[in-house]
C-alpha cells in the first residue's frame, strides 16, 4: 500500500533563518506531487506542483522553491524565512492529475 | 481566475440534525473532489463525482454533482459529532486538467 511521510512535524523557526521540509512517498511511482500551506483556519493554497523529477510548477510567487530530486521526493525550502511563512505545510500525491489526492500528515511551521 | 465557492463557512448543529455545504464554480468542472479534515489534522478524500448529475451516498453522506457541473453539494443525514471537521470541495475546471480548485472549506461543529 501507499503511505507518505512528512517531516518534521513541528517546527519553529526564526525570521530571516533557512527552510527545509520532506515529503516522501512509498508504493508508487512516478506520482504527482504537491506542496500546499494552510494557515489556520483557513482553506488550502497550492504552492507547488510536480509531474515529474525536476519539472516543478509554481502557483505563488514568493520566497519559497521545490525540488524534486528523485522520484518519489519532494523538498520545500527557503532561504530566508518571513513571519508570513508560518502556516501548516502538506504535501500531497495522486496517480493522475485529475485523480484524488492523499495527503501526508502535515508540518505546522512557526516562525518568529 | 477559476473560483471555487463553498457556503456556508462555519456551521454548528446539534447532534442529530441535518447538514448541508455547497459548492459553486464559476467554470464548468470535469469533475469534483470533496474531503474531510478532522481538527489537528490532514484533509482526507471522500469522494469523487464525474457526471453532471450524478449523487451518490456514503452510509449517511449524500453528494450530488449539478447538472451543468457548476455546483456540487454535500449532505450530512443525523449528524454525529464524529463529522465534526471542515469540509471541502475541490474541482478540475474543464479547461485545465493539472490543477484542482479548491473551496475553503466549510466548518461544521456537532454540539452533543
Known amino acids: 500500500s501507499q503511505t507518505i511521510h512528512q517531516w518534521p512535524a513541528t517546527l519553529v523557526q526564526p525570521v530571516g533563518s533557512p527552510l527545509s521540509l520532506e515529503c516522501t512517498v512509498e508504493?508508487?511511482?512516478?506520482?504527482?506531487l504537491y506542496w500546499y500551506r494552510q494557515a489556520a483556519g483557513r482553506g488550502l493554497q497550492l504552492l507547488f506542483y510536480?509531474?515529474?523529477?525536476?519539472?516543478i510548477s509554481s502557483e505563488v510567487p514568493q520566497n519559497l522553491s521545490a525540488s524534486r530530486p528523485q522520484d518519489r521526493q519532494f523538498i520545500l525550502s527557503s532561504k530566508k524565512l518571513l513571519l508570513s511563512d508560518s502556516g501548516f505545510y502538506l504535501c500531497?500525491?495522486?496517480?493522475?492529475?485529475?485523480?484524488?489526492?492523499?495527503f501526508g500528515p502535515g508540518t505546522r511551521l512557526t516562525v518568529l | 481566475g477559476q473560483q471555487v465557492m463553498q457556503i456556508p463557512q462555519y456551521q454548528h448543529v446539534q447532534e442529530g440534525e441535518d447538514f448541508t455545504t455547497y459548492c459553486n464554480s464559476s467554470?464548468?468542472?470535469?469533475?469534483i473532489q470533496w474531503y474531510k479534515q478532522r481538527p489537528g489534522g490532514h484533509p482526507v478524500f471522500l469522494i469523487q463525482l464525474v457526471k453532471s448529475g450524478e449523487v451518490k451516498k456514503q452510509k449517511r453522506l449524500t453528494f450530488q454533482f449539478g447538472e451543468a457541473k457548476k455546483n456540487s453539494s454535500l449532505h450530512i443525514t443525523a449528524t454525529q459529532t464524529t463529522d465534526v471537521g471542515t469540509y471541502f470541495c475541490?474541482?478540475?475546471?474543464?479547461?485545465?486538467?493539472?490543477?484542482?480548485?479548491w473551496g475553503l472549506g466549510t466548518s461544521l461543529a456537532v454540539n452533543p
Open positions: 508504493g508508487t511511482s512516478n506520482p504527482n
Open positions: 510536480s509531474v515529474g523529477i525536476g519539472q
Open positions: 475541490a474541482g478540475f475546471d474543464a479547461g485545465n486538467n493539472r490543477k484542482l480548485i
Open positions: 467554470t464548468t468542472l470535469s469533475n
Open positions: 500531497a500525491w495522486s496517480t493522475e492529475s485529475y485523480n484524488e489526492q492523499f
